[in-house]
């Protein structure tokens, strides 16, 4: 059992490599490359160079290492993390402050949106940055970069709705090799200018802000491209756990990060003119061509992690309400994670082309990458604050003080990108606020529906009692009618009975509720009540990483007095169509959005799995 046990934890350890880490491992590739591009006018002179390595290490070890690594990784949802999964811990946490509640829920969707722009970005600047690689080993082929990496792209994007279950074996070992490579490299640099090792002393930090008074806090804006990729260790926290994740960091991705940015700086200081390109320049003639294949190879893998989150973290919202449904799919037979939603995949691709045509190189879209990563740090910063003061009750005394110097750093980092806005940082901003309004208007919408339809609802006693004294003709079979409302009568229901005058044998008035936590037990998703006469209320509680498969759900039921074999149960829903109009609400123009949302959402019989034939739909206009 302990091998067993120890192999299981080397396989996790591994297969982290290639899904958590493919991020922030690639970014050695233009981190160095952008800082000494030249706009920032920092020196390539050892004390521009020490200055630089020591920020970017000290980066590493306070914000990944310290604050993700051995604090927000704790913050996990049933396992499960991420910005849904922590957003839903705040709320729990604040749920004695209405207000503070609400503002938590805003900045975790804010985060949200913004990790949409980030999926975007992350995939145009890494394969960029590595097949730039072959301009620096044949030049004059500059110009075929940009063509390369989006036919690279599309190719990536096409295979998605096949799945990536096979292909993802390889991840890890890849990114295994990447890493050793990363840090072999390194090594070969460090040799030829130990001195560099200097830079290990948080001296050089200070003495870099206090010598380039010029550039001052500007220079975080390029230095913290160094930790793109570091929300991701939360985000992935379901799929391998904390442990295998923080081992994987400390003994291969953190040695091997440091390792090949100390190796970049000792080739600066030996040859300044490598600041062009200093990563490939850092590797040997003849180790050129194998590397820039490597790269390629990385930062697909890391291309592939950032949609695949894409993917989960939409699942997510949907389950949570603020995401209209879409159609999810799933890849994979043995590994219920591995999902694909087409609305998602072609978006982003769009996006990511758009983004590879209109920047060209991997250091103009340097400029737009910061914002959105900055912002996310500082949101889930504000987040696990709260967690950490109100749900884990942790002592004020240690909490406090360290959560402040996590706002302080996350906030000088959020600062020096600030001015990359107007530089194209506002991709991720406008994107980010395009989804921001997306998903509160889908939630205050679908708040005003319910509010409506509430105005003209029966309670279920009232009608119950009304057939009790006046039956309708019964028929054989079940008749289950979906309703969000479960103390009044779902409207199909009233359809069904005015139009047809007929009621089944048995009637099931079903709700489905969504928790905030990432699973239900079997044992705690069935809630049923009985009414007499043949009605019945019940529950359905799914996790919001949960498949809500209705009719699967259904046939597990614990009740034997109900009946839901397939051929002799009947699924009624209602449809609504909504009609803009001047009562108080929304605005017009978010009323419109919300009513087009809704006509395109995804259907409520393919989301929750029913069967086609064993359904029939009602509708009803509602004015909003």
């Not at 990511?352 to 959105?372: K, R, T």
Request: net charge neutral; glycine share 8%.
């Amino acid at each position: 059992m302990s091998h067993d046990s120890k192999t299981g934890s080397l396989s996790l350890t591994v297969a982290a490599l290639g899904v958590v880490y493919g991020d922030i491992g690639t970014s050695p590739l233009y981190t160095l490359k952008e800082v000494f591009a030249g706009h920032y006018g920092v020196s390539v002179d050892p004390s521009g160079v020490y200055g630089i390595l020591s920020l970017i290490f000290w980066s590493l070890i306070w914000v990944v290492a310290l604050k993700y690594v051995l604090v927000i990784l704790r913050a996990d949802n049933e396992g499960e993390g991420g910005v849904m999964a922590l957003t839903a811990l705040a709320r729990r946490a604040t749920s004695a402050y209405p207000r503070l509640s609400r503002l938590l829920v805003l900045l975790g969707l804010a985060g949200t949106a913004l990790f949409y722009g980030d999926s975007m970005i992350t995939p145009a600047i890494s394969v960029l940055s590595a097949v730039e690689g072959l301009d620096v080993a044949l030049p004059g082929v500059g110009h075929w970069v940009v063509p390369i990496t989006v036919i690279l792209l599309i190719g990536l994007f096409l295979i998605q709705k096949h799945g990536t279950a096979r292909i993802g074996i390889l991840f890890g070992p890849v990114m295994g090799l990447w890493f050793t490579t990363l840090g072999a490299l390194g090594i070969y640099g460090i040799i030829r200018h130990p001195e560099v090792l200097h830079a290990l002393n948080p001296w050089w930090a200070y003495q870099f802000f206090h010598s380039h008074p010029g550039i001052g806090i500007t220079i975080l804006a390029a230095v913290v491209l160094a930790l793109t990729g570091a929300e991701a260790l939360y985000a992935d926290m379901g799929h391998f756990g904390r442990k295998p994740i923080a081992r994987a960091w400390f003994s291969l991705v953190l040695p091997g990060l440091v390792l090949n940015y100390f190796g970049q700086g000792a080739l600066l200081l030996d040859n300044p003119e490598a600041a062009r390109n200093p990563f490939y320049l850092l590797a040997p003639a003849w180790a050129l061509m194998p590397m820039i294949a490597l790269a390629t190879l990385s930062t697909i893998i890391a291309s592939q992690a950032v949609i695949s989150g894409a993917f989960s973290l939409t699942r997510q919202a949907i389950q949570l309400g603020y995401v209209p449904r879409m159609l999810i799919q799933h890849t994979s037979s043995d590994e219920e994670g591995q999902i694909y939603v087409g609305v998602v995949n072609w978006s982003l691709m769009v996006g990511v082309i758009l983004l590879v045509l209109g920047f060209q190189s991997s250091g103009a879209l340097a400029s737009a990458y910061g914002v959105a990563v900055t912002t996310t740090m500082l949101i889930d910063t504000l987040l696990v604050s709260a967690v950490a003061l109100l749900l884990w009750k942790s002592p004020r005394w240690v909490a406090i003080p360290l959560l402040l110097c996590f706002f302080v750093v996350d906030s000088l980092f959020f600062a020096a990108n600030v001015p990359k806005i107007a530089e194209g940082g506002a991709f991720p901003v406008v994107a980010g606020l395009a989804l921001f309004i997306l998903m509160t208007t889908w939630k205050r919408g679908r708040e005003l529906l319910m509010d409506r339809l509430d105005e003209t609802a029966l309670p279920l006693p009232v009608f119950v009692s009304s057939i009790a004294m006046q039956p309708p003709h019964r028929v054989n079979g079940t008749a289950v009618f979906l309703n969000a409302r479960p103390d009044s009568v779902p409207h199909a229901l009233l359809h069904n009975l005015l139009h047809n005058q007929v009621l089944h044998n048995q009637v099931v008035m079903l709700t489905v509720r969504i928790a905030d936590h990432p699973h239900v037990p079997r044992s705690e998703r069935f809630a049923v009540e009985s009414f007499g006469t043949g009605f019945f209320r019940m529950t359905l509680h799914f996790g919001y990483m949960d498949a809500p498969n209705v009719p699967a759900a259904l046939a597990q039921s614990p009740y034997d007095f109900l009946d839901f074999t397939p051929m002799h149960t009947t699924y009624f829903l209602s449809r609504e169509t909504i009609i803009p109009s001047k009562r108080i609400g929304m605005i017009p123009w978010r009323e419109s959005l919300f009513a087009f949302l809704l006509k395109n959402a995804n259907s409520t019989m393919r989301y929750f799995q029913l069967p086609t034939n064993r359904v029939i739909e009602l509708g009803t206009q509602v004015e909003i």
